[in-house]
């Protein structure tokens, strides 16, 4: 895609960053030289993961096609975790190498592969592209934490990313050859880079921010006059309660695109009114390479508001029951995708690959309806899986964690209801005798353990922990008291 855009129009620019713009015929180049210096200085061989810890920049964009054009695996890793959950992560992908910025190599002091800085990267000049991938290679590796807290390596290959990279502009109207799209979500996340490369893909300049600066976002909005983005709810959020967001000259923009937790009614409206331009919700998983259903700007009315909107080209989906049987219209079960974006599995882990992709189908976890014109509703969710702010959170994971405080006899963790993340965690304790332990005292013990986002906002101590007969934890019924007034048990 890359060498056929540089081809096509080789000055036009791919990346903005921070002031600096790099043409298609640079990257393309600069990304061949890498490639060359990655496999004849470093010994990268098709296959290898190489992991990556950055935020967003134009060098990371040139590292993923550089990785590709090698034939290496890309393995992105969340900059917001802390330096064990790195360690285990990395741990896992067991790369050849570790690529970290400068300002984030602190939290890569316990990896155990080579760590290098972009400096440190080999680079052959006039270098050729030394592999051509197969379709069905895998290109990269985004790592999805398990109900287990163990962190699992989706598989991602060059047929997924052709599929999202030809879905999105299809179905995300505004998206035009030769505009300008905003990459304000992060790269290690498929919202981000998987919106990259849609954008790419469509033609455009990826306009990347790499600190979510509310003030300084909505500046570069006006500024480069962008054309269509990708934004959490979250982040409208905060976009929008700016006073100077009102009144703005918003004329360049024609779509924002928005999902990775469901959005409230009133923020859509004030999105809506503040910017002027369509909106469409998107649906999906790191194992479905993204976005697989759409919700169109005239489709948001009445009851459909609810909904994830319907399958896009070339994605199906439905609802079926605990036997794997499609669902009646409008009954309640789980729902199931099959198409171009499924994952090739889990890296190394075969029995968790088997669970979630059956006779063809991958189960997504999610509990939701489809009508009889094809949309899509979410009700709840089958795992226990908390989303904050776009963020995929394991219960167990954190539960993992929080036992080890000496004063914690038992500990449950749910998602709760918050009107700027979706849902936030709640930790339900209950603490050993005469401990004293605090709900200050927790959230402070747990910073250096786990990252801000799936650390407790809230602790509330019990006397007692409700489960089932063989132990498991009633996670439903501890979060009912909380959804009391919700729709749906999704925020």
């Known amino acids: 895609m890359l060498r056929w855009r540089a081809r096509r129009r080789p000055d036009f620019p791919v990346t903005w960053y921070q002031g600096r713009e790099r043409t ?64 285990k992560v990395v741990g896992d992908a067991e790369p050849k190498a570790l690529v970290v910025s400068d300002d984030l190599r602190q939290n890569a002091d316990q990896v155990s592969c080579r760590v290098l800085a972009y400096a440190d990267l080999p680079r052959i000049n006039g270098g050729a592209d030394p592999h051509r991938d197969a379709e069905e290679s895998v290109t990269w590796q985004l790592y999805t934490s398990g109900t287990t807290g163990v962190p699992k ?40 880079c998987g919106w990259a490369l849609g954008a790419i893909s469509a033609g455009c300049t990826a306009v990347l921010v790499r600190d979510f600066i509310p003030k300084d976002v909505l500046k570069i909005i006006i500024e480069q006059r962008i054309n269509t983005a990708f934004l959490v709810p979250a982040a409208l959020l905060f976009l ?11 004329s360049a923009l024609k779509n924002i695109a928005y999902g990775a937790s469901p959005i409230t009614p009133d923020l859509l409206k004030r999105s809506i009114q503040t910017f002027g331009c369509r909106f469409t919700q998107v649906y999906g998983l790191t194992e479905t390479t993204g976005a697989v259903t759409f919700l169109q700007q005239e489709d948001h009315v009445g009851e459909r508001f609810l909904s994830c909107g319907r399958s896009g080209f070339g994605h199906d989906l439905k609802v079926v029951g605990p036997d794997g049987k499609e ?62 702010g776009g963020e995929n959170i394991y219960p167990a994971e954190v539960e993992a964690i929080l036992a080890g405080n000496p ?40 910073k250096d353990k786990l990252a801000g986002f799936k650390r407790p906002h809230s602790v509330d101590f019990v006397e007692a922990i409700p489960r089932n007969p063989s132990g498991k934890i009633l996670k439903k019924d501890l979060r009912a008291p909380y959804w009391v007034g919700h729709e749906r048990a999704v925020h």
């Open 240 to 250: 929008t309660s700016l006073p100077e967001s009102q009144g703005a000259d918003y």
């Open 153 to 192: 390596g989706a598989m991602l290959t060059n047929l997924n990313l052709f599929a999202l990279s030809g879905s999105l502009p299809m179905e995300i109207k505004g998206t035009d050859e030769y505009g300008r799209s905003l990459v304000a979500m992060p790269l290690y996340h498929i919202g981000g």
């Open 327 to 388: 669902l009646p219209l409008g009954e309640i079960g789980e729902i199931v995708y099959q198409g171009p974006g499924t994952m090739a599995g889990y890296w190394r882990k075969e029995r968790e690959t088997n669970d979630a992709i059956r006779d063809g189908w991958f189960h997504t976890g999610d509990a939701g309806t489809i009508d009889a014109d094809g949309f899509i509703y979410i009700k709840d969710r089958i795992k226990d899986m908390i989303i904050s």
């Open 24 to 87: 298609l015929d640079e990257m393309n180049r600069t990304s061949s030289e890498l490639a060359a210096g990655l496999v004849d200085g470093l010994g990268i061989e098709p296959g290898d993961r190489v992991a990556i810890l950055d935020k967003n920049s134009d060098d990371y964009i040139e590292l993923l096609f550089a990785l590709d054009k090698a034939g290496a695996v890309a393995c992105p890793v969340n900059w917001r975790l802390t330096a064990p959950e790195v360690a």
């Open 407 to 446: 004063k914690i006899a038992d500990v449950a963790v749910i998602g709760i209801p918050d009107d700027t993340w979706g849902e936030t965690v709640k930790a339900i304790v209950i603490r050993k005798p005469d401990s004293g332990l605090t709900s200050e005292e927790l959230i402070n013990w747990s």
